[in-house]
């Protein structure tokens, strides 16, 4: 390793590893309430026929996402109360993780029993896990930014997207595949009754394994030599500011991009659940099995390969490829609304998206990680992914009633249009140091 890696990751050679690995597993513990409060909850709702357009509005309570940058500063000012000898970040991290425990058992006691259930309290709940969760991601993203910026920032986020969709198929996909298994302790795995416990049980189940985010924190190293910023003035105002004198009048550009280039996959998956169980009639093992578990294998396959690629050509043309293929690769919902209740093309379709989505990941996690100056990585890293989760939930929220009116085949390709202009704007938005060079290498 180079002088100036060491100075930056403020660890040593053997600890590089050890950083990868805790990032990867860290990636775990942000990805899981996020997969338990969209698709796992979808799933439950569309399991009882809730009309999709009741789906799309709790994308709402998903505004914390985007809302996070608010009150990320405050992540790089203080420690976390009860854990504060964890240090700046990681106190953040465990503290998160054990409140998120008791916060998804919760949403998953009140959640909805038939389609009469109201709604209001699984929405209530559903809130506080997305601020809780929002909260994590950024203090997940920060300690990731703070550590492995300038040296591994390709490997580093490969390694995040891996864990964070470890969390969808360890969690994500077994939940769908067991209902129907859990039911029969309680009756036909028909029951409504039978299925509504199965439901309760297996998400709480999954908000327990929140618990490995706490010992992560206690695992990962800390970036020893970052001091926290002095007062909420330096902490709020200052990202802003280092913002603009780094892009100049290019900073809205970095703003457009960070709003519009995750949307094709945004606004897309908020209906895949609905689409999948309502409209064509796959069962909820189904989607698990092929969608959560199947797709698992093209994510990681895609992430690996994404990270390589930010290595090997640069992030700029990284971008600008896997972005047009995350367009493109929505496309299959389309052929799959015109084919029906089609295996094959399931599979096609899940696979194609699945392994475009891992590439896409790794490489727009690199491109934020470039983008922050580390001293400030919890406010400027919230600020690009919050703008990105709240376009996210405001067009989510809409995306049922979207669907009402144009139907699904319509709606995927609005989701594929949404995706051109960033593309468009993206040579504007790079970072100069790395606007044509690949990332510095160890």
Request: with cysteine; charged share 10%.
């Amino acid at each position: 390793m180079s002088e100036r890696a060491s100075k930056i990751l403020g660890v040593p050679m053997v600890s590089k590893k050890r950083l990868v690995v805790a990032i990867g597993v860290l990636g775990f513990a942000s990805g899981l309430p996020n997969v338990l409060l969209n698709d796992t909850l979808s799933a439950w709702l569309a399991d009882i026929n809730v009309p999709a357009s009741s789906i799309g509005l709790l994308a709402f309570a998903t505004l914390p996402y985007g809302l996070k940058l608010l009150w990320a500063p405050l992540l790089d000012c203080y420690r976390a109360p009860g854990f504060a000898f964890l240090g700046l970040r990681r106190s953040w991290i465990a503290l998160l993780c054990t409140l998120l425990v008791v916060a998804i058992g919760a949403m998953a006691w009140c959640g909805p029993a038939t389609l009469s259930s109201p709604l209001l309290p699984v929405a209530i709940l559903g809130l506080g896990v997305a601020i809780l969760s929002a909260t994590l991601d950024a203090a997940v993203d920060a300690h990731r930014t703070d550590a492995a910026s300038g040296v591994i920032e390709g490997p580093a986020a490969s390694a995040f997207v891996i864990g964070y969709r470890v969390a969808f198929v360890s969690i994500g996909a077994l939940i769908l595949m067991l209902v129907p298994t859990v039911a029969e302790i309680f009756g036909d795995a028909s029951d409504p009754h039978a299925r509504e416990m199965a439901w309760r049980i297996l998400i709480g189940c999954g908000g327990a394994a929140m618990l490995i985010g706490v010992l992560a924190a206690f695992l990962a190293p800390e970036p020893p030599r970052r001091a926290p910023v002095r007062g909420l003035n330096e902490a709020m105002i200052e990202p802003v500011q280092s913002f603009i004198r780094a892009f100049g009048s290019r900073f809205l550009l970095v703003i457009l991009v960070a709003l519009m280039f995750r949307l094709p996959d945004l606004l897309g998956n908020r209906m895949t659940m609905p689409f999948l169980k309502q409209e064509i009639g796959f069962t909820v093992e189904d989607i698990g099995l092929i969608r959560q578990a199947g797709g698992f294998a093209m994510t990681i396959f895609g992430a690996l390969i994404g990270g390589l690629c930010v290595l090997r050509f640069g992030l700029f043309r990284s971008l600008l490829v896997f972005g047009a293929l995350q367009v493109a690769s929505n496309a299959g919902y389309i052929v799959l609304a015109q084919t029906g209740k089609s295996m094959p093309t399931f599979v096609g379709v899940i696979a194609t998206e699945s392994f475009c989505n891992g590439l896409v990941s790794a490489a727009f996690v690199a491109y934020f990680m470039e983008l922050c100056e580390p001293k400030f990585a919890a406010a400027q890293y919230a600020i690009l992914s919050g703008l990105m989760y709240l376009a996210g939930a405001v067009v989510g929220g809409v995306s049922g009633f979207l669907v009402e009116q144009v139907g699904y085949e319509w709606f995927f390709g609005i989701s594929i249009l949404v995706g051109l202009p960033p593309l468009a704007l993206l040579p504007w938005a790079m970072p100069t140091r790395n606007a044509t060079a690949p990332p510095m290498t160890t």
